[in-house]
């Protein structure tokens, strides 16, 4: 490991490669030694770990990676990075330096191709802030053979991801989120750990991913429907949000008679909602439209 403070290693290596960092891209770079370790603990890997990283940047999080697993693969979207990466790691084959953007790579090939050999997957990366939602969204809804994915988010994020119904934060991703995974806060992290130093606070995010779905249901498509016209007009009460977001072609007696016989209250609001209820609702609307 390099064994320079972790703040001035990152300035001396922009400058030499004269990288001045955009902030379109999301670079923040990690200063801070400790955050690393606990990211790095929070991954739980093993020596037959296969991790994808997203947005090496510079790479002192993948270093810290490279010492953990059998390989790492990291994927990085700014092509100035992709030099100073691969003279950093030329003398570690079992790091894979790619050229894409995490939302466009195709997962699955990298996962056949890299990682066959891994007993466990691992997604661990500070996210760049402005594609966050969809790159977690994505790495969910793909359903890869992942273990946990551990990312340092903005903070607000972070309290959506764990939000519990009723609360201000709880939303549709919250919902997408804990029907693939348990989601925990596993660090909250201060703006000034970061070059540049972000507007707002970080926290590291840990989602474990669950063998089955949270809850059952036959079409999972319009069970993500539902949640998202349960949340498109939050002050609205579920029967009119729904009707109006979803099932404006049924009449709104209908809508309502659906949500008394899911055994819920049209005049709630879709926050209030927990799965099993977005679930039961899912069934009996798909009864009745079919
Ligand atoms: N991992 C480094 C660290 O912790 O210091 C850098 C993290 S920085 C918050 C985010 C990184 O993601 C930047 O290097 C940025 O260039 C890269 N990036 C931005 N958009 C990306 C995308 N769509 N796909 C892959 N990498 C991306």
């Known amino acids: ?45 093993t020596g037959n770990s296969g ?32 030099p100073v990466l691969e003279q ?19 997962l699955n090939e990298i996962i056949r191709e890299h990682f066959q050999e891994a007993e466990t997957i691992h997604v661990v990366a500070n996210l760049p802030y402005y594609v966050t939602s969809p790159i977690i969204v994505r790495l969910l809804a793909e359903r890869l ?3 946990n994915i551990v990312v340092m988010i903005q903070k607000e994020v972070a309290d959506r991801l764990t939000a519990l119904p009723g609360s201000k934060n709880y939303s549709s991703l919250t919902v997408l989120v804990h029907y693939f995974a348990k989601a925990e806060e596993v660090a909250h992290v201060p703006s000034h750990v970061f070059v ?5 606070d970080s926290a590291v995010t840990r989602l474990r991913l669950r063998d089955q779905p949270a809850v059952r249901v036959s079409d999972e498509a319009l069970f993500f429907k539902v ?7 939050r002050r609205k009460t579920l029967l009119n949000t729904l009707h109006s977001n979803l ?27 927990g799965l099993p209820e977005f679930a039961s ?10």
């Open 145 to 147: 053979p992942l273990k």
């Open 227 to 233: 949640v998202r016209a349960a949340f498109a007009q």
């Open 88 to 106: 950093l790691f030329i003398a570690k084959p079992h790091v894979k330096i790619i050229h894409g953007d995490a939302i466009r790579v195709d």
């Open 51 to 82: 991790v994808l990283e997203i947005g090496p940047g510079i790479g002192a999080l993948t270093e810290r990676l490279a010492e953990q697993a059998k390989k790492v693969v990291a994927v990085e979207l700014d092509q100035r990075l992709i």
């Open 247 to 273: 099932l404006s072609s049924y009449s709104k007696a209908k809508v309502e008679h659906w949500l008394r016989e899911a055994a819920i209250d049209p005049k709630r609001r879709g926050e209030t909602l």
């Open 281 to 290: 609702l899912t069934e009996v609307i798909r009864a009745g439209i079919s």
């Open 1 to 45: 490991m390099n064994d320079k403070p972790i703040s001035s290693r990152t300035r001396e290596l922009l400058s030499r490669y004269g990288i001045v960092l955009k902030k379109s891209l999301g670079q923040n770079f990690l200063t801070d030694m400790h955050v690393l370790d606990k990211i790095i603990r929070a991954a739980e890997l």
């Open 196 to 200: 540049p130093r972000p507007k707002v």
